[in-house]
């Protein structure tokens, strides 16, 4: 590398690396933050004050290994909330795959299809053709 250069490698939601290269030289720095603990806590009070932020604490529970029931849960009333919203039929369909519940992931995932299919919207209906695909 005849640059210095410094990049930001192996990103995570909590971490990443930060590469300085110079010549035949690298050096990695690590760099780590404890955001969890900080956006449990802000899903937990404004989940309980204002019920609006349902799909993104869902979506924070699936994307990060944390209660999938609970998710679940949060999806269902984010759907009441957005009935018919096809982004979140489809996200309810994949934690109900992620559950092992494969019956209810499918007819959750047709039902995205309409809905995506009446907002004209052919990306989701193939996501949920692949999810409904996959558990076949």
Known sequence: ????????????????????????????????TEIDSKIMAQI?????SDGR???NAAM???DNGKDLNKALEW???SLEQ???AFFILYQKASCLAKLGRK????????QGIAAAEAAKNDDYVALNKKLIASLK
């Not at 590398?1 to 030289?25: G, H, I, K, R, Y």
């Not at 937990?44 to 309980?48: C, D, L, P």
């Open 44 to 48: 937990k009070t404004q989940v309980e």
């Open 53 to 55: 932020p349902y799909f």
């Open 103 to 110: 019956k209810e992931a499918i007819d959750t995932a047709n």
């Open 1 to 32: 590398m005849e640059s210095f250069t410094m990049l930001f490698a192996d990103v995570m939601p909590s971490s990443c690396n930060l590469q300085l290269l110079w010549e035949n030289t690298m050096v990695v720095l690590p760099i780590t």
């Open 75 to 77: 999806f269902n009333k």
């Open 60 to 62: 924070y529970y699936m």
């Open 82 to 84: 957005s009935p018919g």
